[in-house]
Nanobody
């Protein structure tokens, strides 16, 4: 079964940085477009960013443009989300998942098949 494992979250002050990692467990993610999503407390899940299988095309939510960068290293079977200039409103649980090609970036599976996510808290 396809399983993504997210890591790299933590507590950071406003203006700080984090790099999230999304590793594929038991399969190669090189053929998949990958998206990052987040869910803040009391809010619906939202798409943050996505990247095509070879890393040639990316897409970002307006709220993170210029601050977040998505990348991938297929040799390491990992997708990254570099998050700079973090704001309190970036707080939430971040998930990665296979998606349709950018710019649509729609999840290909229901959320009950997703990984556990990694928690990001931006607070002073």
């Amino acid at each position: 079964q396809m399983q993504y494992v997210e890591s790299g979250g933590g507590l950071v002050q406003p203006g700080g940085t984090l790099r999230l990692s999304c590793a594929a467990s038991g399969f190669s993610l090189e053929h998949y477009a990958i998206g990052w999503f987040r869910q803040a407390p009391g809010k619906e899940r939202e798409g943050v960013s996505c990247i095509d299988p070879i890393g040639g095309r990316t897409n970002y939510a307006d709220s993170v443009k210029g601050r977040f960068t998505i990348s991938r290293d297929n040799a390491k079977n990992t997708v990254y989300l570099q998050m700079n200039s973090l704001k309190p409103e970036d707080t939430g649980v971040y998930y990665c998942e296979s998606v349709s090609l950018p710019p649509r970036c729609r999840p290909e599976r229901e959320i009950d098949a997703w990984g556990q996510g990694t928690r990001v808290t931006v607070s002073s």
